[in-house]
């Protein structure tokens, strides 16, 4: 049995199997590229390029130039069949290649919504086919490169978050130890972090000096130090239990700070520790209308968490 996950970034989101894992992942304000593999072998590869829709490419023309491209670099490569198609209502072009015993279902459309020509790969092989396509079509069903509504959700390591479409990821980080997702937009940050082995740090430290001493400084420590540090509330969030703190970050001597709130958890069915903040612009004084609506964007965004 295939167990399933939502993937999502920068409005594409479809299901893919929990087993395929990210192998490489690129992006940036032009285009960005994807790859996902299981335990035998690269599965997906899925790639956009930003393209004004003056210049919009024909699904078929970007078949043509990536088989053009593919012919270059194997040259026994067969393309077995081609013919129109179609992905989440835009017209679409696919062609089925072979090499040995290795096939690839290519994908190629345009979005006009985003304004992105995607060019989407399928790895399998011939010996595969009959079980993998029920995986493909679902796949293939899930699929959206463009979300209508102001909320996009992102896929961070197994962690989903819905934002604002405004805020645009700017930082990626993915160690053994801490990794985070940064996000910006309007001199605000949303960071969403986490640490494998959650049992064993906590042997060491509670989480909130998790917290200071290992993400603050890494993702903030340009910001200043943190004060007032002091804890609000504890909720529920998919059956944790989560501490929202808040804080604020000062430089020595300066009259301006960033106000700041993080919500902490233990995600047991991951082994992780957890942690969302949002840090404000740096200010002297801040209005209560901004303040209610950096608030309330901690909370909602917060809402959107899954982390297993
Ligand atoms: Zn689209
Ligand atoms: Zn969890």
Not at 30 to 42: A, N, P, Q, T, W
Not at 121 to 147: G, V
Not at 153 to 171: A, C, D, N, T
């Amino acid at each position: 049995m295939v167990t399933w996950e939502m993937f999502a970034w920068s409005e594409i989101t479809f299901f893919k199997p929990y087993e395929w894992e990210i192998s490489k992942e690129e992006y940036s304000s032009k285009g960005y590229y994807l790859s996902l593999e299981d335990m035998k072998m690269r599965r997906l590869e899925l790639k956009y390029e930003k393209v004004p829709f003056d210049k919009a490419p024909k699904p078929k023309k970007i078949i043509d130039d990536f088989i053009s491209k593919v012919n270059e670099q194997i040259s026994d490569i067969k393309v077995v069949s081609r013919r129109e198609s179609s992905i989440y209502g835009h017209d679409a072009y696919k062609a089925v290649l072979r090499t040995g015993d290795f096939i690839l279902d290519c994908y190629g459309w345009y979005c006009d919504y985003t304004e992105r020509a995607f060019l989407l790969n399928f790895i399998y092989k011939f010996d595969e086919s009959k079980e993998i396509n029920s995986i493909l079509n679902r796949i293939l069903k899930s699929l959206k490169c463009h979300i209508k509504g102001n909320n996009i959700p992102w896929y961070f390591q197994g962690i989903l978050i819905s934002l604002p479409r405004e805020f645009k990821p700017v930082e990626k980080k993915t160690t053994t130890g801490l990794s985070y997702l940064k996000f910006y937009h309007d001199e605000n940050t949303a960071l969403v972090a986490y640490n494998c082995m959650a049992s064993l740090i906590l042997e060491e430290e509670s989480i909130d000096s998790w917290f200071k001493n290992k993400v603050f400084k890494e993702s903030f420590k340009k910001y200043g130090k943190i004060s007032n540090f002091s804890k609000e509330a504890v909720l529920k969030l998919n059956n944790h239990t989560v501490s929202v703190f808040s804080y604020d970050i000062r430089m020595t001597l300066s009259p301006r700070k960033r106000k700041c709130k993080v919500a902490l958890w233990v995600c047991d069915e991951t082994n992780r520790l957890i942690c969302y903040t949002i840090v404000s612009k740096e200010m002297i004084r801040f209005k209560e209308n901004y303040m209610h609506k950096l608030y309330s964007l901690f909370e909602n965004t917060l809402k959107t968490i899954k982390c297993h």
